[in-house]
């Protein structure tokens, strides 16, 4: 007797389809979605674009049965947003890939669904309309949908000027304004709601759908592409880059892209790569991206370090099913346990290790993923690999099909980790840039003196890896040979795109002290400096690969490349001192740095928008000086902590102490998490105290020529009275006119008072007699102090050099 309902599976299809249906669905019809009034229609209309589908027997056959008066899960309302938004192709992708929530399971119908509703946001208002719960973190995708709960998720999707505050007010206010606002965007029309906080029947769950879907007016699939390959640099802001040479791939991720493990964990790419990013350069991936190249999910295939971690999801689709997979020993003592075999024309033929043999074939992909030999890329075809890596290497993993009959194992991607064992390399410099039509590679190897310089032919490279004969002047390049052939030719310097520093000095550093400003001969360490004015100390050894040593002296321009640890300096290249400094100093590391304390000169303060940092320029100090240059910054910090009291604007010119912390983005020198501010700088205070005093001892010297004046001229007390009152000052005045009665050419009885008042104001004026000497005393030492300041200023305008 056949079961009316079967498993959870089969119950779930009446919604979401069989798994064969929901990926064979087409993602490039466009659908207009119609003025529909009646519920009947609506659900029609949904069934007729496979959106919702009926029950399936036990055979796994449609019915037709829509169950209608059964409540909504949350399951079947995720695949309906997803249809809604256009993903189902990206659904279809990364079902069974890893699990989005602990309680969705990689097996399970609803997986890829509920894996684009958890990475993906809103396309009206960039909020998510798929959430966990959060006390658990879990998904529950058999719990039934009341009404409430169903108008929020479909607001969240249509509602264009829903902001986050907006939804976190409207939560507290459970469940009023969701249903309001889903009534003001047409959601409810057509439905009759008795109890917001009732389960939604079936029937009305999808009218509430169809009525969301005539909302966005269309629906749209959108095709999502896949890229797969090596991870090649290290990721710099939003860039993504797979393989090298003509397999190169750029892409740029988002703050939503998701980067699942090679172990199946799920993180957010931009927070994944803060403090493991060389971690990822040499990992197998597959790309997930739309038509501008913009990703949705990063997923790791495998790793340099591990190798695959026993992990088969990330294989899913490679031979339309999960392959097979096999490595070699990643161990660190793994040597050569890797054959290949050679065929007559120099192929590789087959791979062979753990006692297993892998055939290769024609349609065979082989990628190189060797960090330690900036060989990150897919391969040309076979006859490339056989060239590169002879008949022995280590370190491999491989996706193979068991052929039915045979048994043989077709190998259909190879991933080889190591390509170090077969080639030599010499570290040159070019001499002179490469062009047609000789292909002629001109270039020097390091050493004291600048080298003979050296020539090859760069059509003689047939393994052509990675084809890059765009070889400039300047450029530092690592030859790589075997047997005398030339190989690859990888550029490590790149002369026009890499940092140019200046080296600020050479020192000898002992264990006991540092001493600067040596001889190259006595040096073990440099200090370099950015055009930003940062420094940065780094070892120099007798190995460190240098074009020229003779040639490194205080302010030279240099370009650099740090060896392993990041401490040492593997190669440094002196460039022509005409060039312009470039670039932000490098870390000596990947370990995060602490905080550094700079001063700079405040230029300006523009606020970030929609929880943007604030972008904050200075000029900053660079020894005793500062650069004419404006340095750029970021900050969380408001614009009233960098007043000098913490609560105000800053003005142009305050000097700024800052404790920053480096970030990795070539356009910003730090962030700034701390700031004093200590006012107008030393000379701008000076000068206007200076401006200050020459003006009083100027009003002094006026004021005093005033007073001679009307005591020798003076004929009568008049005359000398009305001197005095323009002076407008009272001790003066007693003694011009007490001097006045006494030398005046009038008869003037001198009495007693009179006599008192002119010994009072003979006292005055022995006081202002002192005063006006001190002022002379002041004036001469401004004058002495302004000699000093010409002197440094002049001095400092001969040694300070421009900075570019």
Do not use: C
Not at 24 to 41: G, H, I, M, R, Y
Not at 433 to 452: C, E, H, I, W
């Amino acid at each position: 007797m056949k079961k009316k309902f079967l498993s959870l599976v089969l119950a779930l299809v009446m919604v979401l389809g069989t798994f064969g249906n929901v990926f064979a669905a087409a993602a490039t019809d466009k659908k207009e979605v119609p003025k529909l009034t009646s519920t009947n229609q609506k659900v029609q209309w949904l069934i007729d674009n496979k959106i919702v589908i009926g029950l399936a027997d036990d055979e796994g056959k449609e019915t037709g049965n829509m169950d209608l008066d059964s409540p909504i899960r949350r399951d079947a309302v995720a695949k309906m947003l997803v249809y809604a938004i256009g993903e189902q192709d990206l659904a279809a992708k990364l079902q069974g890939l890893y699990r989005p929530f602990p309680d969705v399971t990689v097996d399970s119908i609803v997986n890829g669904y509920i894996s684009v509703g958890a990475s993906k946001s809103s396309p009206a208002n960039g909020l998510p309309f798929i959430e966990g719960y959060n006390e658990d973190g879990t998904f529950r995708p058999q719990r039934e949908v009341s009404y409430a709960e169903l108008a929020k998720m479909l607001v969240v999707l249509v509602k264009e000027d829903l902001t986050k505050d907006m939804a976190y007010k409207a939560n507290r206010d459970w469940a009023t304004t969701w249903m309001r606002w889903a009534a003001q965007e047409g959601i409810l029309d057509g439905v009759s709601v008795a109890d917001e906080h009732a389960k939604a029947p079936r029937k009305d769950a999808f009218a509430m759908i169809y009525n969301a879907f005539y909302k966005l007016r269309t629906v749209k699939p959108v095709p999502t592409n896949e890229t797969r390959g090596i991870i090649s640099k290290k990721s710099v802001n939003y860039d993504l880059v797979l393989n090298q040479g003509d397999f190169e791939k750029k892409f740029k991720v988002t703050n939503e892209t998701v980067f699942v493990s090679a172990k199946g964990d799920t993180q957010l790419w931009l927070e994944s790569i803060l403090d493991r990013n060389s971690y990822f350069v040499g990992s197998l991936v597959r790309v997930l991206a739309d038509k501008d190249g913009n990703v949705s999910h990063i997923i790791e295939m495998g790793n340099p370090v591990v190798g695959l971690q026993n992990r088969t999801t990330a294989w899913v689709d490679l031979g339309n099913k999960t392959l097979d997979q096999a490595q070699s020993s990643f161990a660190v003592d793994a040597k050569d346990d890797v054959t290949l075999k050679v065929d007559g024309e120099n192929k590789l033929d087959n791979i062979r290790f753990g006692g297993e043999k892998y055939q290769t074939t024609s349609d065979t992909v082989y990628y190189v993923a060797d960090y330690d030999q900036n060989i990150l890329t897919q391969m040309k075809d076979k006859a490339a690999v056989a060239k590169l890596l002879g008949d022995k290497t280590e370190r491999v993993y491989l996706a193979y099909e068991v052929l039915p009959k045979s048994g043989v194992k077709e190998a259909k991607v190879v991933v080889f980790n190591n390509a170090k064992n077969q080639d030599t390399n010499d570290i040159v410099r070019v001499e002179k840039a490469v062009s047609r039509p000789d292909f002629m590679l001109s270039f020097q190897k390091p050493g004291y003196n600048p080298t003979t310089i050296e020539q090859v032919d760069l059509r003689k490279i047939d393994t052509v890896w990675p084809y890059n004969y765009n070889f400039t002047n300047y450029d530092v390049i690592d030859l790589a040979h075997r047997n005398g052939e030339l190989r690859n030719g990888n550029v490590l310097i790149d002369y026009e795109k890499d940092p140019i520093y200046e080296i600020k000095d050479l020192q000898l550093v002992e264990p006991d002290k540092t001493t600067k400003n040596v001889e190259i001969e006595k040096a073990n360490s440099i200090v370099l400096k950015d055009k930003y004015g940062f420094t940065n100390s780094f070892d120099l050894s007798a190995n460190t690969k240098t074009f020229f040593r003779n040639q490194l002296v205080k302010g030279e321009k240099v370009q650099i490349e740090l060896a392993e640890n990041g401490n040492k300096l593997a190669i440094i290249s002196v460039v022509p001192e005409t060039d312009e400094l470039r670039g932000k100093m490098v870390d000596n590391s990947d370990v995060a740095k602490d905080p550094e304390v700079v001063t700079g000169k405040f230029i300006s303060f523009t606020p970030g928008e929609n929880g943007q940092l604030s972008h904050v320029l200075v000029y900053l100090k660079d020894g005793d000086t500062y650069s004419p240059r404006k340095t750029p910054f970021v900050t969380k910090l408001g614009v009233t902590k960098f007043g000098v009291d913490g609560a105000s604007r800053p003005a142009a010119g305050d000097v700024l102490e800052m404790t920053i912390k480096r970030i990795n983005n070539d356009n910003i020198v730090g962030e700034i998490i701390d700031v004093k501010n200590h006012g107008a700088t030393f000379e701008d205070a000076l000068a206007q105290h200076k401006e200050t005093s020459i003006k009083e001892l100027k009003d002094a010297n006026l004021l005093t020529d005033a007073i001679e004046k009307a005591i020798n001229d003076a004929a009568t007390f008049a005359e000398v009275n009305d001197i005095v009152d323009k002076a407008k000052n009272p001790a003066v005045y007693d003694f011009i006119a007490a001097e006045a009665k006494v030398t005046a050419k009038d008869d003037i009885n001198v009495d007693a008072p009179t006599k008192k008042a002119i010994e009072d104001a003979k006292t005055a004026y022995d006081e202002l007699n002192a005063e006006q000497k001190e002022r002379e005393d002041v004036k001469a030492a401004i004058a002495s102090l302004n000699e000093k300041i010409e002197k440094y200023n002049n001095a400092a305008d001969e040694d300070l050099e421009p900075i570019a």
